[in-house]
């Protein structure tokens, strides 16, 4: 211990900035392998809410911030002290990774082995730019194993689903704060009180506390539950993320469809969103909106695209972009060129992805990677919905990754993957229920099980 801290002394007095790097790793990795709760609210906090939602209101820059020479983000030393806790578990217990290695996850693996040849591979090209964009398209996916290693237990994954509930809702919060400081409490069919990750993100709150009440893990009052509803539904409305709207529409007809509940609670609930909808309409009065002409805008680009400036960008920039997975079509175009596709019709270069979560992934990692992409979705899916949970909480886990992995990929069609942090921790609490409690699939008996 003396050693090593006498190492650290010597290597900040020679290399200040590499020393600090290291003391900040060692205790992100130290936070990530005793506090993984802690951690993943924190990765959430600094990734989605602080680098994305308050970005403008904190002056944060969305590249991060200037550490030597390297582009730093708030999240870094967090998710590295993820890996880093991770391959102690995988070092200090044995069967940890063959146990993991089972069912989806070990397509995965695949996938996220795939995605790190790409960096590789484009290291020699493009330099730090290539780990650099692997880190803002994907680097959440790396929470799906972190959960599956430190949330093991059902009493575990039950108080993680509770803490992403409440950190599902605090974007209400950071909604009326975007609100306030940049908007002043006024909306308009293309102003955000939300990004889209935000928005939809509070979707999957207003979900993950339907399916915990389903299931008698949460038990508000009537008033306050529904209360809650409206809010996050109001919210989700006034943040006006057309794709997020897609989304949730998904997600009720997926829940109308599995739904377990009897049909008089389906018909209360019908007949409340005609008093949901009567409620928003002073809201939108003071903002001197119709409600009705609103909702009308916002869908233009459904019924009409040309006369939507957003949805024709995004179709002329999918054009472009198809043209370039043309080029490349087996192993993509790679990471560190931060896209850069010129579009003709408005002679400009775009950096941003492409709006489209398909595209995007198949202009950087082409249709192989696409293809292991697609493959671990599927089988999640498959073992979700052939899982059998016992325990309440676990049944509201299973439905709802199933349910993110339909609304994701709607949402996908307008998006692609950015910062999608609580999100996918929900998944991984799906990723920790199937590696780690025996499920319906598990039924190939052992040696010592048939054996007289």
């Known amino acids: 211990m003396l050693a090593g801290l006498l190492l650290v002394v010597y290597i900040i007095s020679i290399q200040p900035l590499l020393g600090i790097a290291l003391v900040g790793i060692v205790l992100s990795a130290i936070l990530a392998h005793f506090f993984p709760v802690t951690t993943l609210t924190l990765a959430i906090l600094l990734g989605q809410v602080a680098e994305t939602e308050l970005s403008k209101v ?30 102690i578990r995988l070092f200090n217990e044995a069967g940890l990774l063959s ?34 964009e692997f880190r803002t398209y994907y680097q959440f996916f790396l929470l ?3 959960v599956s290693f430190s949330v093991r237990s059902s009493a575990d994954r039950a108080r993680l689903y509770k803490v992403l509930i409440a950190l599902a809702f605090s974007f209400v919060l950071w909604g009326f704060i975007r609100a ?16 889209g990750t935000g928005s939809l993100t509070l979707l999957y709150g207003l979900f993950s506390l339907y399916l915990a009440q389903r299931e008698g893990q949460v038990k508000l009052p ?12 109001t919210m989700i409305l006034i943040a006006s ?49 119709d409600i009705i002409e609103f909702i009308r805008l916002r869908l233009v680009a459904f019924t009409d695209f040309q006369s939507d400036p957003t949805a024709l960008w995004r179709f002329r920039y999918w054009l472009a972009t198809i043209d370039q997975i043309i080029q490349h079509p087996w192993f993509g175009s790679g990471f560190g060129k931060d896209f850069g596709i010129y579009i003709p019709e408005f002679k400009t270069i775009e950096t941003t992805s492409p709006h489209n ?6 202009y950087q990692i082409g249709f192989i990677g696409f293809a292991s992409y697609l493959a671990w979705v599927i089988a999640l899916g498959v073992h979700l919905k052939r899982s059998r949970p ?7 886990v299973v439905s709802l990754a199933g349910l993110i992995l339909i609304t994701i990929h709607a949402y996908g069609i307008a998006y692609s993957f950015e910062r999608l942090f609580l999100p996918w921790t929900f998944v991984g609490l799906a990723f920790s229920y199937l590696q780690n409690e025996k499920t319906a699939l598990d039924i190939v008996p052992t040696l010592e099980e048939i054996t007289p």
């Open 241 to 289: 993320t057309r794709a997020v709207w897609l989304a949730g529409g998904v997600g009720m007809i997926t829940v109308w469809i599995g739904n377990r509940s009897s049909t008089g609670k389906n018909l209360k609930t019908l007949l409340l969103i005609p008093l949901f909808v009567l409620l928003l309409i002073p809201i939108f009065q003071y903002s001197g909106l």
């Open 58 to 87: 904190l002056g944060i820059d969305s590249k991060g911030f200037h550490f030597g020479s390297a582009w730093v983000r708030l999240t870094d030393p967090l998710v590295a002290g993820m890996v880093i806790s991770m391959a």
């Open 222 to 233: 009537a008033p306050v539950l529904y209360s809650l509803y409206w809010i996050g539904i």
């Open 390 to 396: 016992l325990a309440g909480i676990d049944q509201a």
């Open 144 to 146: 799906l194993p972190y």
């Open 357 to 362: 979560l398909y595209l995007a992934v198949v």
């Open 99 to 132: 146990k993991f290695l089972r069912g989806p996850a070990l397509l995965f693996t695949f996938f996220l082995a795939f995605l790190f040849l790409q960096v590789l591979r484009n290291i020699p090209s493009f330099g730090m730019a290539a780990p650099g």
């Open 180 to 195: 306030w400081l940049i908007f002043h409490f006024h909306f308009a069919p293309y102003d955000k009180w939300l990004s």
